[in-house]
């Protein structure tokens, strides 16, 4: 079985093609700066890597140009397009309506429309997506796999917010939390790992990439997640600032004279590591100003890692015990300095790291000392094998 996936934002479009038989890539690529004159094509398959830099106008373009190319390059393997059996795409906000992927129709390109006001940046992206693969595939099951539908099993006592119960009804404000798709994937692979059934494990999911977020996972369940309404509460993101309180916002509304789309660019794109280094969003460029004596950097490293730790705390509180933490995502993969700071002093927990063990990059490790209670382990996330496994599981059935 041939599964395309797709997840495709404002101005980029990234995809992969799998073979689900032995689940290995066939190719994958990604789409840059659509709709500018020097969009950016890159093709990789086997040991091939193409780019190419020409004008590319909008969304069907791009499915045009990626179809092509999966079908003129022979060592991709892919005869026609007929032998793609679905395509999968990524949608970040299916709000309530879907707690497991859909195979896509009018009534859930509305619904996915509607949501748009939640994920303004993103549900029309994919729509734009999903409406050019439908085009050049029309008689290919278009997927919709969401990031929200593995949160959905959340007891409302995790979702509600404090606010006027039918005001906020009324506007569908909730938690939804996102990265849903990674933390099912990342606690599924930490349960084999462990060679232990999930509904078995209570597990601790941390996604620490650009945007990052922590859920509680018991038995197999997502009980509860860090971001809410929209991506942007919890956890300090590379430029979202995560958890404040909400009445900061009014005042500095008031005071600085900003308005609702001013503070909303502030809080999503100017806050967060970068907001509070005053150097980058991104860890790398963190830990070079750091070693160089900037203490904003290393005060936004702070803030990062004691964030996470205090959301372990409070998730190990709500199961009543943990076995499993998991990293994921470039940071969690690959910090391994940030996974020991978050994972030092929590022996009361049980956690207990091997340092040595935990010095390693992007595989599947458990770093935990062999007489720790509780497993911590690096599992490397696969978002595209996530959304192509449950693409097949549903045109299966
Ligand atoms: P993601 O959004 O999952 O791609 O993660 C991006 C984040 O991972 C950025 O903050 C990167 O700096 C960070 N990251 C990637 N590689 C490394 C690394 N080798 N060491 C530390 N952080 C890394």
């Known amino acids: 079985m041939i599964i395309l996936v797709v997840n495709s934002g404002s101005s980029s479009l990234k995809f992969q093609l799998l073979n689900m038989n032995d689940e290995s890539i066939m ?52 005869k026609s397009l007929e032998d793609i059996n679905a395509v999968g795409h990524r949608v970040v906000q299916g709000g309530d309506s ?7 129709n009018d009534e859930i390109k509305q619904q996915i429309s509607d949501y748009a006001v939640m994920a303004p940046l993103h549900n029309p992206a994919h729509l734009a997506g999903i409406e050019a693969c439908a085009k050049s595939m029309p008689n290919t099951p278009q997927i919709a796999v969401f990031d929200t539908a593995f949160q959905q099993t959340m007891e409302p006592s995790a979702y509600v917010y404090g606010l006027p119960y039918e005001l906020a009804q009324k506007h569908k404000i909730r938690r939804y939390g996102a990265h849903g798709t990674s933390h099912k994937y990342v606690s599924h692979e930490a349960a084999g790992f462990l060679g232990k059934p999930i509904e078995e494990l209570k597990i601790i999911t941390c996604h620490l990439g650009n945007g990052s977020s922590i859920a509680a996972v018991e038995h197999g369940k997502a009980i509860d997640i860090s971001m809410g309404f929209t991506p942007h509460e919890g956890l300090l993101m590379g430029t979202r600032c995560g958890d404040i309180d909400a009445t900061a916002v009014l005042y500095l509304m008031q005071r600085e004279n900003l308005t609702a789309a001013e503070m909303d660019t502030m809080l999503n794109k100017q806050s ?16 070079n100003a750091i070693a160089e004596g900037n203490e904003r950097a290393k005060l936004a490293k702070d803030i990062f890692i004691r964030r996470v730790k205090k959301y372990i705390g409070s998730y190990a509180a709500l199961m009543n015990g943990v076995d499993a933490i998991v990293f994921t995502a470039g940071i969690g993969e690959n910090g391994w300095d940030v ?4 994972c030092s002093d929590l022996d009361f927990l049980g956690v207990k790291i091997d340092v040595e063990k935990n010095k390693c990059r992007g ?35």
């Open 27 to 78: 190719a994958k690529g990604v789409l840059e700066k659509i709709g500018l004159p020097d969009s950016i094509f890159t093709l990789k398959y086997q040991n091939e890597s193409h780019t190419e830099v020409s004008a590319i106008a909008n969304h069907e373009a791009a499915v045009e140009i990626m179809l092509n190319a999966l079908l003129s390059h022979e060592a991709i393997g892919l």
């Open 98 to 104: 879907f707690d497991r992927a859909v195979i896509i």
């Open 272 to 287: 967060g590591l970068l907001g509070i280094s005053g150097v980058s969003s991104d860890f790398r460029d963190l830990d």
């Open 339 to 342: 996974r020991e700071a978050i």
């Open 363 to 397: 595989k599947l490790v458990d770093f935990s000392t062999d007489d720790a209670k509780v497993r911590c382990i690096v599992v490397p996330t696969n978002e595209e094998l996530a959304i192509a496994t449950e693409a097949a599981e549903l045109i299966k059935k």
